[in-house]
T-cell receptor, first 114, second 114 residues
Framework: GAGVSQSPSNKVTEKGKDVELRCDPISGHTALYWYRQRLGQGLEFLIYFQGNSAPDKSGLPSDRFSAERTGESVSTLTIQRTQQEDSAVYLC????????????FGQGTRLTVV | AQSVTQLDSHVSVSEGTPVLLRCNYSSSYSPSLFWYVQHPNKGLQLLLKYTSAATLVKGINGFEAEFKKSETSFHLTKPSAHMSDAAEYFCVVSDWNSGYALNFGKGTSLLVTP
């Protein structure tokens, strides 16, 4: 597709379960970002991948959160032992290169932990 | 370290009157600055960006922003508000020191009244 694709669009999970969120960036985009947006809040940076460089994981809120990206393709964000405070929309974005070009956002995955 | 401050969490204007959304940034390096808009239940969309070219930047839908280094500001303006402008607006800063990761402000909610 032409845009950033995220799946699933909605996910309801029980507290304590693990979830995996997927992001398909735009083809050729070397940079990929994950953000979290709680209801009525701004965007909270989670992790940033740029080409083959080591990812910037400084925004991951705890060791329950991890993310992977293979090359310049799909990324997965995994949340282990989910908690209710993990409920949020998780947004993925990609951009063409590292020099501050426009980032294109997916529609997000709405995660609800019950 | 870089940061961005949106000075108003909520702004309300009447249709047809000017819009001013304020943003201040801090960056030790030549920053790139962006404004993104998020309409209800829609994805994030780039309005405009500044990347060290002209200091007055024109974006989509009649919005523009001026980069003022001496004031470390990048305020977003529009001469005449439309009802369709009602949305959440995010100011974003990016620089070399952060590996060009996008750092979002907390957002300003714009309400347009008839």
């Amino acid at each position: 597709g032409a845009g950033v694709s995220q799946s699933p669009s909605n996910k309801v999970t029980e507290k304590g379960k693990d979830v995996e969120l997927r992001c398909d960036p735009i083809s050729g985009h070397t940079a990929l970002y994950w953000y979290r947006q709680r209801l009525g809040q701004g965007l909270e940076f989670l992790i940033y991948f740029q080409g083959n460089s080591a990812p910037d994981k400084s925004g991951l809120p705890s060791d329950r959160f991890s993310a992977e990206r293979t090359g310049e393709s799909v990324s997965t964000l995994t949340i282990q032992r989910t908690q209710q405070e993990d409920s949020a929309v998780y947004l993925c974005a990609s951009s063409f290169d590292r020099v501050a070009t426009e980032a294109f956002f997916g529609q997000g995955t709405r995660l609800t932990v019950v | 370290a870089q940061s961005v401050t949106q000075l108003d969490s909520h702004v309300s204007v009447s249709e047809g009157t000017p819009v001013l959304l304020r943003c201040n940034y801090s960056s030790s390096y030549s920053p790139s600055l962006f404004w993104y808009v998020q309409h209800p239940n829609k994805g994030l969309q780039l309005l405009l960006k500044y990347t060290s070219a002209a200091t007055l930047v024109k974006g989509i839908n009649g919005f523009e922003a001026e980069f003022k280094k001496s004031e470390t500001s990048f305020h977003l303006t529009k001469p005449s508000a439309h009802m369709s402008d009602a949305a959440e607006y995010f100011c974003v800063v990016s620089d070399w020191n952060s590996g060009y990761a996008l750092n979002f402000g907390k957002g300003t909610s714009l309400l347009v009244t008839p």
